[in-house]
């Protein structure tokens, strides 16, 4: 079939119906991007594969159109401790962690990717099972893409972008000739999805560590658990074979805490860590997602979450230039951003497995001792809770993160605020117009920017003027690209108010001290909820110049031609 003959499939053909290609497909079609999404397998997984969704992946979900029937399908787990030498070593507890989230929600993957299909389904978008791309081939303007159906029809579509979320052994990844960089672990491991009999925690993971490798337990539903362990040094490159139930009782009697029984197995696999990535995610109109740019050791609970984060950065800046709204150079800040990330849980995923999975009996014992002096420093126990609820993901070194300072300003000379590419930060407001409560994080639910303008502990209209005076000649250009909030202290609002900016009260200055707004100060959000810019005191010049860095005027396209941004 002639190239010219191929049909349009979509602005955008995603390939790969797992939890990032959900994902990918839900968060485009919130943007109001056009899609299509196959999958060349006849159903959705019916495995528990991927058990657990983070604080930050919910957050994220909570925006993609509400977390709670995730919640109703799941479990939630409050922490994890960690025992050694017949003693728990380590406990951490994830009810401070600074979320409408502080959980970790333990659902099996297939429920995820109920629960993603169904929401997608309800957008009127379907995923096409059984639909297999072949080939592809690309073009500076989009590519072309042969998909073979299961009657054994061959289809040729045209797609302006492709977005490979098709897994570990991705056909976009060989298709493009791409290096999927890195090594196998080299010990086999064992994988059990069974019900457990006996004294163990239900809404805790619990990990065993023993000289001979570890034990872990995962809750999955009242008496259901994934256990995992290493069993020892790979004997070939043939794959581990699948253990039996008698096999992994064996394990679970010589490692475990003792007194538990195993029964009714609803899945039992070998497996062996990959820990393997691509250096970039973009290429040209083809963008990789998920397990297709990365893999690596479970240790975690990271990889899905991961490749769900992935998808949701990917959306909103795809979103932008499909429209003509962003440069199309915003797309390379997916690639720079998101690869950063990877690297960071690729090398702490393989820590926590070679500290795991260490065999000499001197540094065992010397690791049992230093690891809960170090966990009981409350600094560590911070940051590891962070690192685990993804919360402490940031872009601080984006082209998209930026800052001005005035001379006279000192509230972020000593890290004060939240930095230019941190996680926006949540608080209790109140709306103005309704008095009714809200949060920082319920007003940013939707796809724009968000521009907040702080006025300040004490303020008067003339100064709250002059702020909405700022905010006005600054994003005007940019349209409905970019959403007003102005955060108040108590008290009436002032007059003149445009109405298209929203006014949040902030009774408690919560809002103000999270952010250091001790003057008038703002804060640009990114659709996905990280702080492009902040600026203290307010500067209508150097926001501006920040925003014609990647967003596009919206009253003149001639404006696309000035300088991108540098990546």
């Not at 099972?129 to 054994?152: K, Y």
């Not at 029964?263 to 062996?272: H, S």
């Not at 429209?323 to 690869?339: C, F, N, Q, V």
């Not at 008038?520 to 702080?531: A, E, K």
Request: glycine content about 8%; aromatic content about 6%; hydrophobic content about 40%.
């Amino acid at each position: 079939m002639a190239e010219e003959t191929a049909k349009l499939a979509a602005d955008v053909l995603i390939v790969g119906a797992g939890p990032v290609g959900l994902t990918t497909a839900l968060a485009l079609t919130q943007h109001g991007v056009p899609c299509r999404i196959i999958d060349r397998n006849a159903e959705r997984t019916d495995k528990s594969k991927a058990l657990v969704l983070w604080s930050r992946s919910l957050e994220i979900l909570d925006d993609l159109g509400g977390a709670t029937p995730f919640l109703a399908a799941g479990m939630r787990a409050h922490g994890a401790s960690l025992y050694g030498n017949g003693m728990r070593l380590v406990q951490a507890n994830l009810d401070d962690v600074d979320s409408p989230y502080p959980f970790v929600l333990m659902i099996p993957q297939s429920e995820t990717e109920r629960v993603l299909e169904e929401r997608l389904a309800a957008r009127g978008v379907h995923v096409e099972r059984r639909v297999e791309l072949t080939e592809l081939r690309t073009e500076p303007d989009g590519n072309t893409a042969t998909l073979a159906h299961p009657d054994g029809r061959s289809e040729l579509v045209r797609a302006a972008w492709v977005v490979g979320c098709d897994g570990a052994h991705s056909t976009i990844r060989h298709q493009l000739g791409l290096e999927f960089a890195g090594s196998t672990e080299p010990n086999d491991w064992i994988l059990a999805d069974v019900h457990v009999v006996g004294p163990l925690a239900g809404d805790e993971l619990s990990l065993y560590w023993h000289t001979k490798g570890i034990l872990a337990f995962f809750p999955i539903a009242p008496g259901r658990f994934r256990l995992i362990a290493d069993v020892g040094t790979a004997p070939g490159l043939d794959h581990p074979h699948d253990p039996t139930l008698a096999e992994t009782q064996a394990i679970l009697d010589e490692r475990g805490p003792g007194g538990l029984s195993m029964k009714d197995p609803v899945w039992l696999a070998g497996f062996r860590i990959n820990e393997r990535k691509l250096v970039e995610y973009r290429h040209g109109r083809v963008l990789l997602a998920g397990d297709a740019a990365h893999v690596h050791s479970p240790a975690g609970g990271q990889g899905m979450n991961t490749g769900m984060q992935d998808a949701y950065n990917l959306a909103w800046k795809l979103a932008l230039v499909r429209a003509g709204r962003a440069r199309e150079s915003l797309l390379d800040t997916y690639s720079s951003e998101r690869s950063a990330v990877g690297d960071t849980v690729l090398r702490n995923a393989g820590a926590m497995t070679r500290v795991a999975t260490m065999r000499n009996p001197i540094a065992q014992e010397l690791r049992n001792r230093l690891v809960p002096l170090i966990a009981s420093l409350e600094f560590v126990q911070a940051r590891f809770k962070e690192t685990l609820s993804e919360t402490a993901i940031e872009y601080g070194s984006s082209p998209l993160s930026g800052e001005h300072r005035g001379l006279t300003e000192h509230a972020w000379l000593l890290g004060g605020g939240v930095h230019p590419g941190a996680r926006a930060l949540d608080a209790p407001l109140t709306d103005a117009a309704t008095g009714a409560p809200t949060s920082l994080f319920a007003a940013l639910v939707g796809t724009p920017h968000t521009l907040l303008l702080f006025s300040g502990p004490h303020h008067d209209d003339t100064r709250v003027a002059a702020l909405l005076e700022v905010a006005s000649s600054s994003t005007k250009p940019f349209g409905d690209a970019i959403r007003r909030c102005l955060v108040m202290a108590a008290g009436a609002a002032p007059r003149a108010v445009p109405p298209s900016v929203r006014v949040l009260l902030d009774p408690e200055l919560a809002l103000h001290r999270r952010y250091a707004a001790t003057t008038q100060s703002l804060y640009l959000i990114r659709p996905d909820g990280y702080v492009g810019f902040r600026g203290q005191p307010a500067d209508a010049a150097s926001l501006r110049a920040h925003l014609e860095r990647y967003l596009v005027p919206a009253t003149s396209n001639d404006s696309r031609e000035t300088t991108d941004v540098d990546v």
